[in-house]
């Protein structure tokens, strides 16, 4: 493949070891390199490349893919609050220098928190990702709460941003949520116990004109 000389490779998807060290080799030699994996964040990317080897060549890939990694975006697809279709929820690594000091050093269960800081880099967490689709109206509190990777995390976050759950049959963010600790439920207005006024009797025999005096 290398010897027809391409920009760019795209790996289907890196199953076994044989293809991982192909996509890695490739990276090193000057390509730009795509693969895919089935793994739910950027971490487990991180660590499922690595644990695929051999623990005597382990070290040498957290080598290898800490110069050469450029980036992962992991997705999961949440169904739509209005019923057409699904949305793609988002994480986000940038391999900046301070990830990539983690990968080297197998560090990889603090890449969370750097991702979690890395907003100027344009870095976020799956689970802020979901939230802002919660905000942002495009998806439920509950169905976003069921693909949150940290539920309390989640809940902090749907916290922080202010989002109210709404009663059943409301419109807002959050429409048929669950409850969160410390999150009020909207106040309700209680009911007139008065009722609306009468309407006002018309003259008999002028029915369209209630204000009509008799000479």
């Known amino acids: 493949m290398l010897r027809q000389d391409p920009?760019?490779?795209?790996?289907?998807?890196?199953?076994?070891?044989?293809?991982?060290?192909?996509?890695?080799?490739?990276?090193?030699?000057?390509h730009l390199v795509f693969a895919t994996l089935h793994t739910v964040d950027a971490v487990q990317t991180v660590d499922r490349i690595i644990d695929v080897f051999?623990?005597?060549?382990?070290?040498q890939v957290r080598m290898q893919l800490s110069v050469n990694l450029v980036g992962v975006v992991s997705q999961t697809l949440v169904r739509r609050k209005d019923g057409r279709g699904r949305i793609a929820a988002f994480e986000i690594l940038y391999a900046s220098s301070a990830i990539r000091n983690l990968?080297?050093?197998?560090?990889?269960?603090?890449?969370?928190?750097?991702?979690q800081t890395g907003a100027k880099q344009k870095m976020h967490t799956l689970d802020q990702s979901l939230a802002n689709l919660v905000e942002r109206g495009l998806v439920s509190l509950e169905?976003?709460?069921?693909?949150?990777?940290?539920?309390?995390?989640?809940?902090?976050?749907?916290?922080?941003?202010?989002?109210?759950?709404?009663?059943?049959?409301?419109?807002g963010p959050g429409t048929h949520g669950p409850v969160i600790p410390g999150v009020a439920p909207p106040p309700v207005a209680p009911p007139d116990a008065n009722g609306p006024p009468p309407p006002s009797q018309g003259v008999r025999g002028q029915p369209n004109r209630p204000t009509f005096k008799r000479d």
Not at 18 to 23: S, V
């Open 143 to 171: 169905d976003a709460k069921l693909k949150a990777k940290d539920p309390h995390e989640f809940a902090r976050l749907i916290q922080l941003m202010g989002i109210k759950p709404d009663a059943p049959g409301g419109q």
């Open 103 to 115: 990968i080297r050093e197998n560090k990889s269960y603090q890449i969370n928190s750097i991702i």
């Open 7 to 30: 920009d760019v490779i795209l790996v289907g998807e890196m199953r076994d070891l044989e293809t991982i060290h192909l996509a890695i080799t490739a990276a090193e030699t000057g």
């Open 54 to 59: 051999p623990m005597s060549q382990q070290q």
